[in-house]
Every structure is written in C-alpha cells, then in structure tokens.
C-alpha cells in the first residue's frame, strides 16, 4: 500500500527554535508539494519540486521557510527562527507527470509557542 | 484573494439524506476541479474530479454538478451516512509554470448524523 509518509507527525516547539519537517514521498512520483493548512486560510502551496528541482517556491515566506529534496525519496521543510503565526498543520503530497492528482501524507501538526 | 469560494462551512445532514456542498470561481483558465475528502488526523485524499467540457459526473453516491457559464460546481452526496463525516474541499487547477496548480476552497465540515 504505497502512500506518502512524514515525520515527525506533531512537534511543538518554542519561538526561536529551528523546525525540521521531512516527507518521502510515494516511490516512482516525480512532483512533491508542500502545503500549510490553517483554520482561516485553508490550504495554501507553499513549495512545488518535478524532478527534485523547487519550481515555484512563490508561497513561501523566503526570510525563514526553505524547502530542498536531497534525493528522490527525501523532501524537506525546514523553518529557521520559527514563529507562533506558523502553527499549523504541514502537508506533503506527491504525484506523477503534470500533477493533476496529489496524494496527501498525513501532515505534520507544528505548535509554536 | 480567494479565487475558490466554497459554502457551507459546517453542514449537518440526517442518515439517508443528501448533502450539498456548493462552489464558485472566478478565473476561466482553471481547467480541473477535483473535490478532496479529509478525516480528521488525516491528509486530504482525491474523491472525484470533473473537466469543464462535462456538467456531470457520477461515482457511486458522489455526484459533481458542473455550471461552466456561471463558474459554479457543487458535490453531491447522496443517502449519506456517518462514515460520509469529513470535511470536503472543491479545488480548482490550472496549468501555471509548467504545472497544475491548485487553488483550495475553504472547506466543509459535513457531520451525518443517525
């Protein structure tokens, strides 16, 4: 049953500190998407990788959010200092070809206090 | 700006009745509306989908409505049940950078109760 996976499922940490989140995504998908979900703004694409190459990063705070995939089985989103305004829950989702569907992992619930 | 407005918020439905989740957009160049299905502690998971040359497409008990004039399409969810509880978002995408990008409703929280 392939599916995408990401770790760690919750964290909380204090404002200031550096916040590591990693997702592998479904082994053969070339196109990973980084999403934050929020109760007042939804869903928002935050980072868009094909091929291990960041093709839009447009959603991106550029000053404390990064985003990289080292390997094809290892994308990463890292926030450094982080803030209480990014508690939310982060998604990743991959997919093949052109991306018209995305399969979500089960996301990474961030608390900052 | 939210190019994808999704209404109700929250909807309460009997066992057996139908729900109707309704959404609206703005920018013609959006070409694939997929609805996406969310259980709590979960990732949102591709329910169906439409193309905007069809007014219609049926899978099971989940039905999209598709109004291309009106830019309007809604999901219909027939006899629903408890285990339909979830929260539903429409979605619109579009070619854009070389890619389809998705723009997300706000999202509905349908609770079917027995």
């Known amino acids: 049953d392939a599916r995408v996976t990401q770790t760690p499922r919750h964290k909380v940490t204090e404002m200031g500190q550096e916040v590591t989140m990693r997702c592998q995504p479904i082994l053969g998908h070339n196109t990973v998407f980084w999403y934050r979900q929020t109760m007042m703004q939804g869903l928002e694409l935050l980072a868009y990788?094909?091929?291990?190459?960041?093709?839009?990063d447009s959603g991106m705070p550029k000053d404390r959010f990064s985003a990289e995939m080292p390997d094809a089985t290892l994308a990463t989103l890292k926030i450094q200092p982080s803030e209480p305004r990014d508690s939310a829950v982060y998604f990743c989702a991959s997919g093949f070809g052109q991306g018209d569907t995305q399969y979500f992992g089960p996301g990474t619930r961030l608390t900052v206090l | 700006q939210q190019q994808v407005k999704q209404s109700p918020q929250s909807l309460i439905v009997q066992k057996g009745g139908i729900s109707i989740i309704n959404c609206a957009y703005e920018?013609?160049?959006?070409?694939?509306f997929p609805w996406y299905q969310q259980f709590p502690g979960k990732g949102p998971a591709l329910l169906i989908a439409?193309?905007?040359?069809?007014s219609e497409k049926k899978e099971g008990r989940f039905t999209i409505s598709f109004n291309k004039s009106a830019k309007q399409f809604s999901l219909h969810i027939m006899d629903s049940q408890p285990g339909d509880s979830a929260t539903y978002f429409c979605?619109?995408?579009?070619?854009?950078?070389?890619?389809?990008?998705?723009?997300f409703g706000i999202g509905t929280k349908l609770q079917v109760i027995p």
């Open positions: 920018n013609t160049a959006f070409d694939y």
């Open positions: 979605a619109a995408s579009m070619r854009s950078g070389g890619y389809q990008k998705v723009t």
């Open positions: 990788f094909r091929n291990r190459a960041p093709l839009d």
């Open positions: 439409i193309r905007p040359d069809v």
